[in-house]
């Protein structure tokens, strides 16, 4: 295993346990793309190569069961998992977030969703922040325009606003914590930039290649979703969260063909090894 790689994984040992979350960045980057259902002995075997015990797994696989992010189904002894409808539409909503370009045709305007006191507040507030959407006070949500609004806040009292004034610019640097993402980015280039430098001189096996996509995805992901994706008029000129995003994609894109390699040799479903993914795969990052 490269020493890059090898490090990621001993920073990732050293965090909180995250299986849960790895678990639903391994659905949505590669079994969704795939089908939507593996074996659950396929994520063992991939999370026996970050050292993560079985049994640690297994419980964070019954959580997501439990918390309605997944369904087990049973054939014989063996179990499979696919992603439920509170899981694929956390995923739709990702998807473009992580994997497509930056919004270029930015009106000016803002969605304000307004969320009454009788409405329940907290079963929105996850969903709203991975869509994009910051919150200057309890119960108000604002996002660029055109920002796909969440199921769980589709009762909510829509407005749209400018923010080409001092009061929209004062509204908006209220929603986002916008120095601790730019930190969280400037971590993320830290952590995988000796990756990508040590790939211009090397080649990764088949498994360390799917362990490392994985694991950028899963680190990306955390910071691009807490990203609102403001028009470059209204971020700090150091921004990095687009150079973030150009090592991501080159990263990406360096590591899918041997990655997808893997599954074809590893990964099965109910029904045998899993189909091939579409066309869409090959355009993820595209315009990194």
Sequence with gaps: MPKPLDRIIEQLKREPSRTGSIVITVFGDAIVPRGGSVWLGT????????????????????????????????????????????????????????YGPPPSDWTGRFELLLIP?????????????????????????????????????????????????????RLLSQSWPLDRTADAYAKFIKTFEPLRAWMERGTLSDTDAFTARILLIHHYRRVVLRDPLLPTALLPADWPGKAARKLCGEIYRRLLPASEQWLDANASNENGPLPKAGADLGRRFSQA
């Design 43 to 98: 994520l063992l075997e991939f999370f026996r190569g970050l050292d993560i015990d079985s049994g640690v797994v297994r419980t964070a696989m019954s959580r997501l069961a439990a918390d309605g992010w997944l369904e087990r189904g049973k054939v014989g002894r063996n179990s499979f998992y696919r992603l439920v409808k509170k899981g694929r539409q956390t995923f739709d909503i990702a998807t473009t977030h992580i």
């Design 117 to 169: 006191a009788s409405e329940d507040r907290d079963a929105a507030r996850e969903e709203l922040k991975n869509a994009g959407f910051g919150s200057p006070l309890p119960g108000v949500w604002v996002a660029p325009s055109g920002v796909p609004v969440p199921e769980q806040a589709a009762n909510a009292i829509r407005l749209e606003v400018s923010a080409e004034d001092d009061s929209g610019r």
